[in-house]
């Protein structure tokens, strides 16, 4: 049976949102009279943003797993515990946990690598960045659940890929190249799993192995007790 618990309004932190909202208005209102249409239109864009999160993201819950507060919850939304790892979407007033079966579009479902140096202070290596000489390589020692990492069937092959990191800790930066191998895949899917940011909890530092697969996902966390 799918674990479930009731979704409330926070009323602080909407009554906080909208009195936001409000102070960047009367801001907007007096950047206009003054002549500052620019920031005028900066800060009524920032209202904007804070009124509607007012009114659709301010739903609280706690995690019906392990019992950790969730909040900044839309009436449809699907978002994920930073603590146990479970993922859930919200309708009707419930936060539900979502199907097994799941697969999404994109790289949805994200946990920690196994070094606690890339848990925080951590980026993805941008395009054009500066050459350093502060440079290793780390294979990722995983455990691969049997069948496609996408489509959950028979995998007929393996992938492998790379991706360059650079944690922000010390007075130099760190570039770290992650390798990962052994990724099961059937002969029809492709781009199952990632290197990259946890999409839905943009408050946590570092990066994260991703997955599109909800069931391969929650396989692979089995395996790997990091």
Request: charged residues 20%; proline residues 5%.
């Amino acid at each position: 049976m799918p674990q479930s618990a009731a979704v409330t309004t926070s009323s602080g932190e909407k009554a906080f949102k909208i009195f936001v909202a409000l102070a960047l208005f009367c801001g907007a209102v007096a950047a206009f009279i003054y002549g500052y249409w620019g920031w005028g239109l900066a800060a009524l864009f920032v209202s904007f943003c804070f009124l509607s999160h007012a009114f659709l993201l301010s739903g609280k819950a706690n995690c019906p797993v392990c019992a950790r507060p969730l909040s900044g919850l839309g009436p449809v939304s699907t978002c994920g515990c930073p603590k146990c790892r479970t993922y859930f979407r919200t309708k009707d007033g419930q936060l539900e946990e979502i199907a097994a079966a799941t697969v999404a579009d994109e790289y949805t479902f994200a946990t920690r690598l196994p070094w606690e140096d890339l848990a925080d202070q951590t980026m993805l290596e941008p395009l054009g960045s500066m050459p350093t000489l502060n440079t290793t390589t780390r294979p990722l020692n995983a455990a691969w659940p049997e069948g496609c990492c996408v489509c959950g069937q028979a995998s007929t092959r393996t992938d492998a890929f790379t991706c360059s990191v650079l944690n922000k800790r010390g007075f130099l930066d760190k570039k770290v190249i992650i390798e990962v191998s052994g990724v099961p895949y059937c002969e029809k899917c492709k781009k199952g799993v990632a290197v990259d940011y946890d999409r839905g909890n943009t408050d946590l530092g570092g990066i994260f192995l991703v997955f599109r697969s909800y069931a391969y996902f929650k396989a692979f966390r089995k395996l790997n007790s990091w």
